[in-house]
């Protein structure tokens, strides 16, 4: 299959395209995909005045077209992006549409996210839209399908300069997931460790991922317990670029949160801990046991809060992320 990133440079090299869509599961090459169309569209001194974020969702998002029509400062080129576009509305959508019959030829206009939304009132948009784009200017889809997880570990190691062994990067998928963009936080985990001209074998990827991907999700749940609300958002924020999926993630901060609360129900029938059957690391035991001196968990407000934000992750439009942002909110009041 045809490497879209590989697509996208060619086009960069030769001209850009006045629309670009990039979306896909792999959200890791969707990001990277939008640093090449930025390097190649408003690199320079005056980049910034020419440069435009949006998000989706966003109510003054619908009026990117005025953003669009603008006349570059002291440069060929605009660039307007409009992330998320999973979580995009029905009248961004209808905008769009109206723009791409007449794009702005001094404009290069980037639409990224998951995928288009769902059609609503008989009508399917982001099909539309991307139908659309094709007429004007090209459509990229980063879902992982084309790209050998094993292989992209083994590359992106080296590119740091250590040797990940083939064997030890398929087990490293075993235990993370395909998605590239999990992959490559850990294989920078495992770069970390093993330092320049390192080599990391099957046993090093065990010993270092189990144990860095406990910590971090502890990170999370401890800031929650303590009501630390920027910590628990920085941490949550830190797990999802890094891959880890909303579903797994949140199961891992409920079962976690469990064990605290059995940990906590020992501490005040002053009970000894190697008898309650927690299976917590000794030291993160310890850790807990000093911040549940200083808050009180109410299990019945905890467990119900993210049995519905998991109840909201499945049915909700919203999207797991500012789903999972919620809960962070709430918990860190309780």
Not at 8 to 20: C, D, G, I, K, T
Not at 96 to 121: C, K, M, Q
Request: charged share 25%.
């Amino acid at each position: 299959m045809v490497d879209p990133l590989e697509t996208l440079r060619r086009s960069l090299r030769e001209a850009p395209v006045p629309v670009y869509v990039t979306i896909g599961a792999e959200g890791l090459l969707v990001r990277e995909a939008e640093k090449l169309v930025e390097a190649a569209v408003v690199a320079g001194p005056v980049a910034a005045f020419n440069h435009a974020v949006l998000s989706a969702p966003d109510e003054g998002t619908a009026r990117f077209a005025d953003i669009a029509a603008s006349v570059p400062m002291m440069a060929a080129r605009r660039l307007v992006v409009i992330r998320q576009v999973q979580e995009a509305p029905v009248l961004l959508l209808d905008r769009l549409l109206e723009y791409l019959v007449n794009p702005v030829p001094s404009t290069v206009l980037l639409l990224s996210g998951e995928r288009f939304p769902a059609a609503s009132e008989g009508m399917d948009r982001g099909l539309r839209i991307q139908n659309a784009v094709k007429k004007c200017g090209m459509v990229l889809k980063f879902d992982g399908g084309d790209t050998d997880p094993a292989r992209y570990a083994v590359q992106r190691a080296a590119e740091a300069g250590v040797t990940l062994e083939l064997d030890a990067a398929r087990h490293l998928v075993t235990l993370v997931g395909e998605r590239l963009s999990g992959l490559a936080g850990e294989v920078e985990k495992l770069v970390n460790y093993a330092g320049a001209g390192g080599r990391i074998d099957r046993a090093t990827v065990e010993s270092v991922i189990a144990s860095t991907a406990e910590t971090e999700v502890w990170a999370l749940t401890n800031a929650l317990v303590g009501r630390n609300r920027n910590k628990a958002l920085e941490a949550l924020h830190r797990l999802l670029e890094d891959g880890e999926p909303s579903h797994r993630l949140l199961a891992s901060v409920s079962w976690q949160i469990r064990q605290l609360l059995t940990l906590q129900d020992v501490i005040r029938r002053g009970l000894n801990e190697r008898d309650a059957n927690l299976r917590m690391n000794p030291a993160v035991a310890r850790a807990m046991a000093e911040t549940l001196k200083h808050v009180t968990l109410s299990p019945s407000g905890l467990l119900e809060e993210i049995a519905a934000a998991n109840r909201l992750m499945n049915f909700s439009r919203a999207g797991d992320r500012r789903v999972f942002e919620g809960l962070v909110l709430r918990l860190t009041c309780l």
